[in-house]
Nanobody
């Protein structure tokens, strides 16, 4: 199974930026979707953004549109999440995940997850 390792989290003031990375241990041929999700304390894990690995189509949660950008580097097998204009409500553990097949925003449809990286936005 492909291992996913996130990095790039940290503490930032409101209005600041962070870039998260998710390195995949390998990549096999096929149609993949990779996504970013987040989970705040006491809340359910929620969809943030996803990208189709081959075509590059992107999808975002309404709460992050215009502020976050998802991208991937095929040669490095790495997924990114550029987060700008961060808000205190963006504070959460951010996870990357992948699935084979079509794009979906449902948490339950992703079967392979990283360990998460903490993002804390202070006001």
């Amino acid at each position: 199974q492909v291992q996913l390792v996130e990095s790039g989290g940290g503490l930032v003031q409101a209005g600041g930026s962070l870039r998260l990375s998710c390195a995949a241990s390998k990549r096999t041929i096929g149609s993949y979707v990779m996504g970013w999700f987040r989970q705040a304390p006491g809340k359910e894990r929620e969809f943030v953004a996803c990208i189709s690995w081959i075509g590059g189509s992107t999808y975002y949660a309404d709460s992050v549109k215009g502020r976050f950008t998802i991208s991937r580097d095929n040669a490095k097998n790495t997924l990114y999440l550029q987060m700008n204009n961060l808000k205190p409500e963006d504070t959460a553990v951010y996870y990357c995940a992948e699935r084979r097949g079509v794009v979906t925003t449902k948490v339950s449809e992703y079967g392979n997850w990283g360990q998460g990286t903490q993002v804390t936005v202070s006001s």
